[in-house]
């Protein structure tokens, strides 16, 4: 515990000269690492309370469980990888199609249905420690193969573009607010620098809630009836197996995100941390694990808070058990959940709008980054089939398990891609060369090319 939990100071702990890091394992002065703890907290908070509202789930458990998340994770990881575990956005439609919530769409949460999310939630968690375990003891090198950029960017994306109706159900309740925070959130992201320019999402979101307050949407009594401290409120989960079908994509993108932060942090730090990956997959499915006993949304690693590092170019692991310390202290403040909760229907549905786009186009990225030959036709079919079964939404009942557009298309795009490209070398099948409209002029397109960014939140 102590190796997770020590640093040494770097230099003289208040300047950093120019094109110095903070290392993992250093920290800046504590003033100074509390700074930017904060810094990491603002970055992450925008998304995170987001998904407890869109899913009815507390907004004060859920900052409690990732506080908690990401102490553990730096504890399992050694202190080596920094990371802060935010909400996952990868879960909203697997919980939303059992539960049912519409986000202040009038009807409350139903709190048993709810109870058998948190048992999806759990139930993907342990499917994630237990891949954590084995890439931990048996390499990575299993997960590039069964996921290539082509799959990985195909599950990303249906996972967003699948949503894409609750977003437009939310924006009907209140247009007008909702234009005003896709519109604040777009003008944010372009207008400022830095910091700021990150936090468009968070900025966005209180320009349409001072909006949402101008025209009387927003009801106060729940924020004025709240203890100002108190502990969160914890909700015990229950298990029916027939649902895991929903949560099992949820998996992939989850250990596309985990490995793809790993590699993000060790391309910017210098470090190997290859050896450190099935542990980070391992932490991430112990803290989700966690997260679902008690009612808070799922856990994982966040892109946000690797822009502050790229930023600051500090990777204290100090700063992100300060910044856990904090959420911790805010998920205390019962007045403070309240009034997050009360955020209405029109601004979730423009920051909805916002961030399943999102989602859909990281998985875009991912494809772009990695160069993946669309020419071939492995790769065309494999996306084409997925993304329309999960943006239909088809689904597949079998007995007592349902398979919705979102399963149905990651495991497509799995089934697709390596059975067609097995039969293909089989048969001895001729791929056309990439066109000058698939791939950059003398590009090297390589089938299992890995260079993954972060991908979901």
């Given at each position: 515990?102590?190796?997770?939990?020590?640093?040494?100071?770097?230099?003289?702990?208040?300047?950093?000269?120019?094109?110095?890091?903070?290392?993992?394992?250093?920290?800046?002065?504590?003033?100074?690492?509390?700074?930017?703890?904060?810094?990491?907290?603002?970055?992450?908070?925008?998304?995170?309370?987001?998904?407890?509202?869109?899913?009815?789930?507390?907004?004060?458990?859920?900052?409690?469980?990732?506080?908690?998340?990401?102490?553990?994770?730096?504890?399992?990881?050694?202190?080596?990888?920094?990371?802060?575990?935010?909400?996952?956005?990868?879960?909203?439609?697997?919980?939303?199609?059992?539960?049912?919530?519409?986000?202040?769409?009038?009807?409350?949460?139903?709190?048993?249905?709810?109870?058998?999310?948190?048992?999806?939630?759990?139930?993907?968690?342990?499917?994630?420690?237990?891949?954590?375990?084995?890439?931990?003891?048996?390499?990575?090198?299993?997960?590039?193969?069964?996921?290539?950029?082509?799959?990985?960017?195909?599950?990303?994306?249906?996972?967003?573009?699948?949503?894409?109706?609750?977003?437009?159900?939310?924006?009907?309740?209140?247009?007008?607010?909702?234009?005003?925070?896709?519109?604040?959130?777009?003008?944010?992201?372009?207008?400022?620098?830095?910091?700021?320019?990150?936090?468009?999402?968070?900025?966005?979101?209180?320009?349409?809630?001072?909006?949402?307050?101008?025209?009387?949407?927003?009801?106060?009594?729940?924020?004025?009836?709240?203890?100002?401290?108190?502990?969160?409120?914890?909700?015990?989960?229950?298990?029916?197996?027939?649902?895991?079908?929903?949560?099992?994509?949820?998996?992939?993108?989850?250990?596309?995100?985990?490995?793809?932060?790993?590699?993000?942090?060790?391309?910017?730090?210098?470090?190997?941390?290859?050896?450190?990956?099935?542990?980070?997959?391992?932490?991430?499915?112990?803290?989700?694990?966690?997260?679902?006993?008690?009612?808070?949304?799922?856990?994982?690693?966040?892109?946000?808070?690797?822009?502050?590092?790229?930023?600051?170019?500090?990777?204290?692991?100090?700063?992100?058990?300060?910044?856990?310390?904090m959420a911790l202290a805010l998920s205390m403040l019962p007045q403070f959940g309240a009034a997050i909760a009360t955020?209405?229907?029109?601004?979730?549905?423009?920051?909805?709008?916002?961030?399943?786009?999102?989602?859909?186009?990281?998985?875009?990225?991912?494809?772009?980054?990695?160069?993946?030959?669309?020419?071939?036709?492995?790769?065309?079919?494999?996306?084409?089939?997925?993304?329309?079964?999960?943006?239909?939404?088809?689904?597949?009942?079998?007995?007592?398990?349902?398979?919705?557009?979102?399963?149905?298309?990651?495991?497509?795009?799995?089934?697709?891609?390596?059975?067609?490209?097995?039969?293909?070398?089989?048969?001895?099948?001729?791929?056309?060369?990439?066109?000058?409209?698939?791939?950059?002029?003398?590009?090297?397109?390589?089938?299992?090319a890995l260079i993954r960014e972060h991908t979901v939140d």
């Amino acid at each position: 515990m102590a190796q997770g939990f020590s640093w040494k100071l770097h230099g003289d702990g208040k300047t950093i000269a120019p094109g110095e890091i903070v290392a993992p394992n250093e920290r800046l002065a504590w003033p100074i690492t509390i700074g930017v703890g904060g810094q990491h907290v603002v970055a992450m908070f925008g998304a995170t309370f987001l998904v407890p509202l869109l899913t009815g789930f507390d907004p004060a458990t859920t900052l409690f469980f990732t506080g908690i998340g990401t102490l553990l994770f730096i504890l399992i990881t050694a202190g080596k990888i920094p990371s802060y575990l935010g909400s996952s956005f990868a879960f909203l439609a697997p919980i939303g199609a059992v539960t049912g919530y519409v986000a202040n769409g009038g009807a409350p949460l139903d709190e048993a249905k709810a109870s058998l999310a948190q048992g999806g939630v759990i139930m993907t968690g342990a499917t994630l420690a237990l891949i954590g375990l084995i890439a931990h003891f048996a390499g990575t090198k299993w997960i590039d193969k069964l996921m290539p950029p082509v799959v990985t960017g195909a599950i990303v994306s249906l996972i967003g573009f699948n949503l894409a109706p609750a977003a437009w159900n939310n924006v009907q309740a209140a247009p007008i607010t909702a234009v005003v925070t896709i519109v604040a959130i777009l003008l944010c992201t372009v207008l400022f620098k830095g910091i700021l320019g990150r936090l468009s999402i968070l900025l966005g979101v209180i320009i349409g809630y001072i909006t949402a307050i101008i025209r009387g949407e927003v009801n106060f009594d729940a924020v004025l009836a709240a203890d100002v401290v108190g502990l969160p409120q914890f909700r015990a989960p229950a298990f029916d197996f027939t649902l895991f079908a929903l949560f099992i994509p949820v998996v992939l993108v989850l250990v596309a995100e985990n490995v793809g932060h790993v590699k993000s942090v060790a391309a910017m730090t210098g470090d190997d941390l290859d050896p450190y990956t099935g542990r980070a997959l391992f932490a991430d499915g112990v803290a989700t694990m966690l997260a679902g006993s008690g009612g808070g949304s799922a856990t994982t690693t966040y892109a946000e808070n690797i822009g502050v590092m790229a930023a600051t170019r500090i990777y204290s692991t100090a700063a992100y058990i300060v910044a856990a310390l904090m959420a911790l202290a805010l998920s205390m403040l019962p007045q403070f959940g309240a009034a997050i909760a009360t955020i209405p229907q029109g601004v979730l549905g423009g920051a909805a709008t916002v961030l399943y786009g999102m989602i859909g186009m990281l998985g875009i990225r991912i494809w772009v980054q990695n160069r993946v030959d669309f020419s071939d036709p492995v790769n065309l079919n494999t996306a084409a089939v997925a993304m329309v079964v999960a943006i239909a939404n088809y689904t597949w009942v079998a007995g007592d398990l349902t398979f919705s557009g979102i399963a149905l298309g990651s495991f497509g795009a799995i089934i697709i891609y390596h059975s067609m490209r097995a039969i293909s070398r089989w048969r001895g099948t001729t791929i056309e060369p990439a066109t000058p409209a698939s791939a950059p002029a003398g590009a090297e397109l390589e089938e299992g090319a890995l260079i993954r960014e972060h991908t979901v939140d």
